[in-house]
């Protein structure tokens, strides 16, 4: 399939994934105080990067809708308006809707029922909390998988056909991957020991969530791009 023009730059999906990797590195290096105070908690860098990414995936979506007039087809918009949904409650589920940062008390209800009283569903249940977790650990794996699998079948899956509007593209594919690589990689260098293992002392859980919503915005200005690129060209509708 021939590289599209209007894919993001390369400094955006190969190089930003890896900018976290980098902090925690240089947060380690500058010794235990520094590194719980940026990459530890609730007010850590994974954490509200995750949120500030999940709604840049979540802003693009809101004024992708509001252009839903100019999208080719009528079920692309229904696609992104439930794709945008889902990126509101990453964000919102990751902050607790609000509560790590303007400290408030849990409601009764969330307190009573939530693992770690905090304001939100996915410390609720098992299924509440896994469930979500498999289903964007598939999405992951997806995105590594599919722009490959579309690349042996341009015809199905190149401009002009449907699928092309729902398939992640190549830009998906780093931070997919460091998404599903995070927890081996964590166990790699635990078993390593030494500086190394000191170095990448990652919260693998906290880190994996942070890459999915790279992945998943990453996804939303892609879709972005590539709506502009249809609309310059005057592209008809597909519906």
Known sequence: ???RSAELPRWVWLYLPFAIVVAQVVARAGGEQTYQRWMRGEISVPE?????VALV??????????????LPSRWLAVW???????TLFFAGEEASWGQHYFRWKSPEFFAQHNDQRETGLHNMSALLDQAPR???????ALAVALPFFARRHPTRFGPGTRLYWIWPTYVCVPSALLALAIRPFEQVTHAAGGAIATAFDMQAGEFKEYF?????MLYACSLAARLRDDRESGAGSMD
């Open 80 to 86: 992104i308006a439930l794709f945008t949904l889902g």
């Open 1 to 3: 399939m021939p590289r």
């Open 57 to 70: 995936a979540f802003g693009v979506g809101v004024l992708l809708c509001a252009r839903r007039s100019t």
């Open 134 to 140: 498999a289903a964007l650990t598939l999405c992951a």
């Open 212 to 216: 999915i919503a790279m992945m998943l």
């Open 48 to 52: 509200i990067g995750t949120v500030v």
